[in-house]
């Protein structure tokens, strides 16, 4: 296994330019969570879109010097963006980006959002897993629904440079890391039993094992670990974050658990009480985890639970 070293860092900010729900008069700041208002320009105009996707803008700081991902890109084409546009994000800071799984509720605002950058070759770390096609969720023989296929050329044309890897990968000159194909040593977190791609004019399932995270380390506080759907499962993830970094303190696990859902109930229970054995100072379920996970997470565990939702900024300090 490949090891990283990380910079401690002073601040983590995440801002969530797309997740599955919105409401804007929460009302509920405060020194970490900070939440979009329908204000502009002094009307109640400003709205922001909720979609089954999810993107998030990443920024770390360490002294008065700071670097900028953007992980993964949401849903439709637009969504994302306009977010960033009625946010008043200045896209332009973004100096890498990563994808956490080829799938098209996360890579769907790619090419919008890369157009608000504005910038030539600009690193994407991917696991070569993404460029797998045909890809499927099937239910039974008579129901095929298949991914949009993601290609090198494709993504090429836009402008990025794409830096494919299996590996865990250093980013922001070491303020994060790109966590790369997953371990998966865990008895209960066995993949989506419906995914299946063609190897060929061979049918085979699908493992996705191109799903990932980013991982960043606040100074004397721990992990700040983000997974996009977690298909690799979320203790999976941040147990391969802790051995890839060699850090076993949690800060924050934050995005999606891919708890939704029948196939992925019966594990919802197990999944709370193996998080809560790793001991975060905050648990964050987004987009894919689900409402009955969600409502289970924030019953299980309310000291830790943080509710995450389009337009949410959350800043963690050391």
């Not at 070293?5 to 330019?17: A, F, H, Q």
């Not at 190897?199 to 399932?205: A, D, Q, R, S």
């Not at 996705?208 to 979320?234: F, P, Q, W, Y």
Request: proline share 4%; with cysteine; glycine share 10%.
């Amino acid at each position: 296994m490949k090891k990283i070293e990380l910079n401690p860092l002073d601040k983590v900010e995440i801002l969530t330019l797309q997740d599955n729900t919105i409401d804007i008069t929460m009302m509920d700041n405060n020194a970490i969570v900070q939440r979009a208002v329908a204000i502009k320009e002094g009307q109640i105009r400003n709205s922001i879109l909720a979609e089954h996707g999810f993107s998030a803008l990443v920024k770390t700081t360490v002294g008065e010097k700071s670097h900028t991902l953007l992980f993964d890109f949401g849903y439709s084409e637009g969504g994302a963006a306009f977010n960033a546009r009625a946010l008043g994000v200045d896209m332009g800071q973004v100096e890498a980006l990563a994808l956490s799984h080829g799938h098209n509720d996360h890579v769907g605002g790619f090419a919008a959002l890369v157009e608000m950058i504005g910038k030539k070759a600009l690193p994407l770390f991917v696991h070569p897993g993404i460029f797998k096609s045909p890809r499927y969720l099937k239910y039974g023989e008579g129901l095929r629904f298949d991914f949009p296929a993601i290609t090198r050329k494709g993504l090429e044309q836009m402008g990025v440079k794409v830096i494919e890897s299996k590996d865990p990968e250093t980013l922001l000159d070491g303020d994060a890391v790109f966590l790369g194909e997953i371990e998966r040593v865990t008895d209960f977190e066995k993949g989506f039993p419906v995914a299946f791609f063609q190897e060929g004019t061979v049918e085979k399932w699908d493992p996705i094992e191109d799903d990932t995270a980013v991982v960043m380390n606040l100074r004397d506080k721990g992990l700040v670990v983000l997974s996009g759907c977690a298909h690799s499962g979320i203790v999976n993830t941040v147990r391969y974050a802790m051995a890839v970094t060699g850090i076993e303190k949690i800060h924050v696990v934050m995005g999606g658990f891919h708890l939704s859902g029948p196939f992925f109930e019966p594990i919802i229970g197990r999944t709370t009480e193996e998080l809560r054995e790793l001991n975060p100072t905050h648990v964050i379920p987004t987009h894919c985890t689900g409402r009955k996970a969600i409502q289970y997470m924030e019953n299980t565990m309310p000291g830790q639970f943080i509710l995450n939702m389009s337009g949410t900024k959350l800043t963690f300090t050391a």
